[in-house]
């Protein structure tokens, strides 16, 4: 059995254990469902109101994702001006820390007077929660491009958007990456923080309306869906990562016979 067989297991049988757990904590002191409910109740709802819940994980999946990849777009572009310009980063870097400070909650009911309640303040929150991290990430690797490699292009004559383009956006890449998996996790936060305040559709809506009929295995049923949507997309990336950047990654092999 190798490393990664061996890992993959451990790792398995925590999330296993963790959930059999709570089952097991929560049938010994008889915790009721309004206040923890078990997994099995959890899983048991799930299922039975499936069909009611699909539409809103639809929606929620569709939100997240056009916001991301518009905050992808936004962050790399920002994060390239910052991470090539000294003038833009000492101009856009202290602005981007102070609107990335102010809590996204607050800025939905402004998108809502703009742009009024739905779809649209969903997308622009879960785009602008996501941006801040890939931006910061890709600026980092630009500006951590080693000298050496920038003074070879300079003596074959390259300009600074060949040295941008060959040396400096493939050395990024690790940290690209790296944010993008981070940034998809807060645009499934930025989507939910909308969704509860300024929507009538989504996983959001859906826990609002739950909470308020007091039906917590339906709300904790919306949770399991958004950790579930998380984990996958966070496994794509990472497994696009080991594609794109496996030459910035030492081999298990390597690593176990050193």
Same mark, same amino acid.
């Given at each position: %059995? ?15 254990? !963790? ?17 923890? /409910? ?12 499936? /069909? ?15 916001? !991301? ?12 001006? $910052? ?8 101009v856009a870097y202290p602005l981007l820390i102070g609107f990335a400070s102010i809590p996204k909650v607050a800025v939905v009911p402004v998108l ?15 785009? $602008?929660?996501?941006? !801040? /991290? $890939? ?37 990024? %890449?690790?940290?690209? !990456? ?14 939910? $923080? ?12 859906? %826990? %609002? ?50």
């Amino acid at each position: %059995m190798n490393a990664q067989l061996r890992r993959r297991i451990a790792s398995a049988s925590l999330i296993v254990g !963790f959930f059999v757990l709570w089952e097991l904590l929560c049938a010994i002191f008889h915790v009721r469902d309004i206040v923890l /409910p078990r997994p099995s109740q959890i899983l048991y709802t799930l299922w039975a109101d499936l /069909p009611g819940i699909w539409p809103h994980a639809l929606q929620t999946t569709y939100t997240t994702m056009v916001g !991301f990849i518009l905050g992808i777009i936004g962050g790399v572009l920002l994060g390239i001006l $910052i991470g090539s310009s000294r003038l833009a980063y000492d101009v856009a870097y202290p602005l981007l820390i102070g609107f990335a400070s102010i809590p996204k909650v607050a800025v939905v009911p402004v998108l809502v007077l703009w742009f009024g309640a739905g779809t649209v303040p969903a997308i622009i929150t879960a785009a $602008i929660t996501c941006v !801040f /991290p $890939i931006v910061v990430n890709v600026a980092t690797g630009l500006a951590t491009t080693e000298p050496e490699l920038e003074d070879v292009m300079r003596t074959l004559r390259a300009s600074k958007l060949d040295i941008l383009v060959n040396v400096g956006l493939p050395r990024a %890449m690790p940290y690209f !990456f790296a944010s993008l998996k981070v940034a998809v996790t807060l645009a499934f936060v930025g989507t939910v $923080i909308s969704e509860t305040v300024a929507s009538n559709r989504g996983i959001g809506n859906l %826990m %609002m309306i739950a909470s308020s009929s007091f039906d917590v295995p339906l709300v904790f049923a919306g949770l399991l869906i958004l950790a579930l949507m998380g984990v996958a997309l966070y496994a794509i990336f990472s497994l696009i990562e080991a594609r794109v950047t496996g030459w910035t990654r030492r081999q298990d092999d390597f690593a176990v016979g050193a």
